[in-house]
């Protein structure tokens, strides 16, 4: 892949000069030159001056204001739709603690959280989860990434369950955190109650599964922070989906714990990767992690720039397995047929175990390749590739209302169509996907592309370590925590 940032080098086009040319006794014009204190400040003039190009020229300064994001593109047209050849300018805004935000951290007992790392290999029924709870919940390093970044990796094989330990880290090192509980205006409670529950979805004994919520919950009641408002102020971050820690004793059992309903807890403000749409009154979704966590805004405007002049030769792309069950199976089944029979749809199974759709290089370059990513509801209504999808600039194309529209509010526009296509799954649109995509100019398409890079910021977890002068841009904590104190200032 070409670079993206060309760095001018001084010039090296001066005339070489001989020694003789210059004797001492040749030229009268010459001789201060053999004055060694004067050689040595020109020596010193002439370095500091190539340095001062060299700082000009390799290192080019970046703007920082992301509410004035301008996009200048070219536009040609190719045999599948639309191909950018941009010219833009795209700023961003600095994460400063503005005062709306003042973040306690409780220091929980270790039980509730990096105490259960300590198992990691057991966090989880079905996979070995300590591969991914390395570098505070990033996971691996990916090095095969080829996306022309030449500074510090920002690119990770993180686990789509992980964004409580991610959050954690982030709020840790963040410009908001106090240690004053007294100047706090939120208090965030870091369980890692995602990661708990995993590793109990086996357990027969309700008690057991649920033991961990209870003494949390216990906890919280007898901390004078919480008795001020009830926990109205408090606030955890899950990185599963609320489905996973709403057990009742009426409905079925699907290794759920009782955590979101217990009377505790139902004050506080929960985060979470799927929120319940009917039931999830204190509940809001954040973004599920992608692969993306840079740590200074370079590296999130290199990205931007590179998907702007992507080459995106299919119409539309989809990447998945088949699903058991009659709803789930029939809208899989169908985008599968329709995209396998369409020369201009790009398929990835992930049946069989295809290694491919393990491979976090292989699904972004084939949703960068796409100007549509098909999005069917996974084993609940949300899934983590909406997320990669617009981390790709690929549009993302909704079969369910609660895949998106009802879960992120706090991060997505109001207007969906702003950013993304919707066609019912129970309507006749989804039997001729690639007809009812093909309908949208490429006007529109440009426009709704352009709307998807510039969200990036926002969804994307930075780096834990990234300090607040070097990220230059909001994101998905920054949004939650600005978005999360001004819902409790409206409930205290």
Known sequence: MSKLLSKKQPSAAVPWIEKEKYQKNKDPYFKFLVNPHFRYTALLFVFLSLWFLFQVFWFPPTKTHYAATTVSAVTTTTSYGVHQNPRTTVTLSSPKCNGRVSVYVYNLPEEFNVGLLQDCSHLNVYTNMCPHVANRGLGQPLDNMELGLSDV???????????????????????????????????????Y??????????????????????????????????????????????????WDFMRTDSGPDFGANCLLNLPPVKNMSVLTVERNPWQGSNQHGIPYPSYFHPSTSDQMLTWQRMLRRSNRPYLFSFIGAPRKGVDKAAIRDEMIKQCAESTRCKLLQCNHGNPKCYNPAEILRVMRESQFCL?????????????????????????????????????????????????????????????????????????????????????????PNASSTDLGFEDAVDVALDALAHHVRTKI
């Open 375 to 463: 999005q069917a509801p996974g084993d609940s209504f949300t899934r983590r590739s909406t997320f990669d999808s617009i981390l790709s600039g690929c549009i993302p194309v909704f079969f369910s209302r609660h895949t998106a529209y009802t879960q992120y509010a706090w991060f997505l526009p109001e207007k969906t169509s702003e950013y993304s296509v919707y066609i019912d799954e129970q309507g006749n649109g989804s039997k001729r996907i690639e007809a009812e995509l093909s309908k949208i100019s490429e006007e529109e398409v440009e426009r709704m592309r352009a709307t998807v890079i510039d969200m990036i910021p926002r969804l994307t977890y930075a780096h």
């Open 153 to 191: 990796n920002p690119w990770f094989a993180t686990h789509q369950f992980i964004a409580e330990m991610i959050f954690h880290a982030r709020v840790e090192n963040h410009p908001c955190r106090t240690w004053d509980p007294s100047k706090a205006t939120l208090f965030y409670v870091p369980f």
């Open 193 to 242: 109650g995602g990661l708990h529950v995993s590793s109990k979805f086996q357990e027969q004994n309700h008690t057991t599964r649920d033991a961990l919520a209870v003494r949390l919950a216990d906890y919280l009641e007898d901390q004078p922070s919480w008795r001020e408002h009830y926990g109205k102020d408090h606030f955890i971050a899950l990185g599963r989906t609320s």
